[in-house]
């Protein structure tokens, strides 16, 4: 099959590999139909995720046709259309119990690893590192998904892949941004970040009352797809200061809840922001935590702080002081995605929020290394790829 | 916990003293070779003289070293999602093990069971052991018989609180025969004893909870190249075969 490996930072290629065999009893094996590129996968792309090998195949938000299962799976069945989380979970563990899904107990084969750099590991992932399980990953024409009977979600007929794709991921991981915050009728929310996660997290927390949201971003495109939601908007790079821009926008309170949708590569032209750069570059940390600092200082006391966005190492200068002192609460992790598969597929069925809007190309797999390109630059105005692994390049 | 057992007092006064024949062969091999080496360095001029030099002290220091045991005790305590009866009822049948550990196996013949560390150059570091002490969910105590592997432990079975299962704690004593085998022995599987442990008990879980074993072992891949190779040593890849057959494992499922 065609799949896309990491062969190092900034290159990829795609490649002709075996196809993906069933390996343990409760496994399937999924034909892709279609596969996306998330602004996680940059953070692999860039070289800040330790522990890639090269020839990984990356892609964790996927969806497909079964073409094979594992002799132990009996909600699936050979031709159902699934739809799966880039989580993967056992169902049995003390944490699949309680719902929060990404800490799965049993699903990293490497937890020595992530133990090693964060006392416990989480859940294994697809397609990101080994350290989160070496899962191979769906950018690809077939993928083997592990616990299949609990993860995949049974796509209904009517809709077609680009209104159910997203529920793999960004839809969730917005989601689960928003209602971290404890939104309360009208609430005013700041979403630093207007990628696809942040696009989610802005409509999401519309649908959970909040009354005003401010999204805060430089690109326009992506500004004016946060205002098409009825959005307030900054665009960073035209004022002095967020922090103080957005006292202005809130009568001196501050918003009541800040999601940082941008994570470890957070861009800032202050000096704040040259120190994280130039630290990141020297490899003396994995992170960039420009936008943490600014949402924690920007947040009103008592506030929450909600952080979708990917950290991965020790984090510097974070103003632990201000949160103390403003008595914040702090919400972040991986997306518990099991957890909101079937509401939001509700959501997506009462025809309140098509996923597919946040999509600006449709490509073949072939295009990936060029699409990842134009993805981190933010040229021809990219929002979000889908992939079509069978698609013929042009 | 604690063991009461006075295994370390016998391990101090052993230590200086191997105990097998392959142990002193190959301590004499390492002394000879580093001998060896440091009068080729000295004949040689420069750069040479202090590398070859250095590296044949250094054997003779390896070939002295391996005079002594590695030694030394771990814990490792483990939550599973089952009761503790069921735990001790699982880890006690030996038709279970091939399901958790590749290290244990049962010999019907001296009614004791087999544990094997590995075969670091083609030599299988193993030892005989015994229950000597056990009670029915709660506990059940292990000692090696005389041999050239020395271990002993318990594993105790506590019901964990807000009914979360069993919390499962391993504690060992062990001494290893040759110091720099046994830390080959660790750099090569990746693992010392507490993690053997560990790993041993994450399967057992694993197995308990799910009824399955993750594994990416046979996945496809890209081109490795040399260096995702190197890695993959690094990261303990590729892992042992999983313990059992897909399907096998009956436990899973409420």
């Known amino acids: 099959m065609k799949a896309l490996c990491w062969q190092g930072k900034n290159k990829l290629s795609v490649e002709s590999v075996d196809d993906p065999k069933i390996l343990s009893s409760g496994d399937a094996i999924l034909k892709i139909t279609r596969t996306a590129i998330c602004g996680s996968d940059l953070h692999l792309y860039d070289g800040y995720i330790p522990t890639m090998e090269p020839g990984d195949i990356l892609g964790h938000e996927f969806m497909g046709e079964v073409v094979e299962t594992g002799p132990k ?9 699934v739809v799966v989380p880039f989580t993967i979970s056992c169902g049995h563990c ?41 899962y191979a990953g769906g950018q690809a024409q077939y993928v083997r998904v592990p616990f299949a009977d609990v993860g995949p979600l049974k796509v209904p007929q009517d809709l077609n892949d680009e209104q159910v794709l997203f529920l793999s991921d960004i ?121 943490l600092r600014q949402a924690i200082q920007a947040c009103r006391k008592g506030g929450t702080v909600s952080i979708p966005g990917v950290y991965g190492g020790f984090l510097d200068k974070i103003p632990f002081g201000a949160g103390f002192a403003k008595a914040l609460t702090f919400k972040m992790g991986q997306t518990h995605v099991h957890k909101y598969l079937r509401p939001l597929l509700e959501r997506i069925q009462n025809g309140e929020i098509d996923p597919a809007f946040v999509i600006t190309h449709r490509l073949p797999l072939e295009e990936a290394p060029n699409a990842y390109q134009f993805f981190r630059d933010k040229q021809q105005e990219c929002i979000k790829v889908v ?8 | 916990m604690t063991i009461t057992t006075d295994l ?49 002290a250094y054997l003779g220091y390896e070939g002295i070293n391996q005079t002594r045991a590695f030694s030394g005790t771990a814990r490792v305590s483990y939550t599973i999602g089952r009761e503790p009866e069921e735990v001790y009822r699982f880890i006690r049948d030996s038709a279970n093990w091939p399901k958790f550990s590749a290290a244990l196996k049962m010999d019907p ?43 002993r432990g318990v594993v105790h079975f506590f019901p964990a609180p807000g009914g979360r299962g069993t919390e499962v704690s391993v504690a060992l004593e062990y ?23 560990r790993e ?24 490795r190249g040399f260096k995702g190779a190197a890695l993959r040593v690094m990261y303990r890849e590729p892992q042992p075969e999983p313990p059992s057959a897909p399907g096998e494992a009956q436990l899973a499922g409420d």
């Not at chain 1, 992939?387 to 042009?394: G, M, Y």
């Open chain 1, 73 to 81: 799976v009996e909600n699936l069945k050979v031709g159902d259309r």
């Open chain 2, 175 to 197: 001494k290893i025969p040759g110091r720099m085998f046994s830390k080959s022995l660790a750099l090569v599987r990746g693992k010392d004893p507490e993690q053997s442990v």
């Open chain 2, 200 to 223: 041993t008990l994450r399967v057992l879980k694993q197995i308990m909870e799910c009824g399955e074993h993750p594994t990416v072992t046979g996945q496809p891949s890209g081109k």
């Open chain 1, 171 to 291: 839809f969730p991981t917005g989601y689960m941004a928003a209602e971290n915050c404890d939104i309360k009728i009208g609430d005013v929310v700041a979403v630093w970040g207007c990628g696809p996660v942040g696009q989610f997290a802005i409509r999401s927390a519309f649908m959970l009352g909040a009354e005003k949201v401010i999204a805060i971003d430089r690109v326009h495109e992506r500004l004016s797809m946060a205002r098409q939601a009825k959005a307030d908007i900054i665009n960073y790079a035209e004022v002095d200061d967020v922090v103080e821009e957005l006292k202005w926008m809130t009568g001196g309170r501050g918003p009541d809840a800040c999601i940082d949708a941008v994570g470890m590569e957070a861009h800032a032209n202050t000096l704040p922001g040259w120190y994280d750069k130039t630290k990141q570059s020297l490899r003396v940390a994995f992170d960039r935590p420009t936008v």
């Open chain 2, 8 to 56: 370390n007092t016998q391990l101090s006064k052993s230590n200086s003293r191997p105990q097998n024949s392959r142990s002193k062969k190959l301590s004499a091999a390492l002394l000879l070779g580093g001998a060896g080496l440091a009068a080729l360095g000295l004949s040689r001029r420069g750069w040479q003289r202090i590398s070859l030099a250095a590296a044949g």
């Open chain 2, 109 to 151: 013949q001296r009614n004791s069971f087999i544990l094997t560390l590995g075969r670091p150059f083609g030599m299988k570091i193993h030892s005989h052991a015994e229950v000597t002490d056990e009670q029915e969910g709660k506990f059940i105590a292990w000692s090696s018989l005389p041999g050239v592997l020395e271990h």
């Open chain 1, 387 to 394: 992939l079509d692994p069978w698609a013929q390049a042009a």
């Open chain 1, 94 to 134: 003390f944490f699949c119990k309680t719902q929060q899904w990404s800490l799965c107990d049993n699903s990293n084969p490497n937890a020595w690893m992530a133990e090693k750099l964060y006392g416990f590991s989480g859940s294994g992932l697809f397609g990101y590192s080994h350290m989160l399980g070496g």
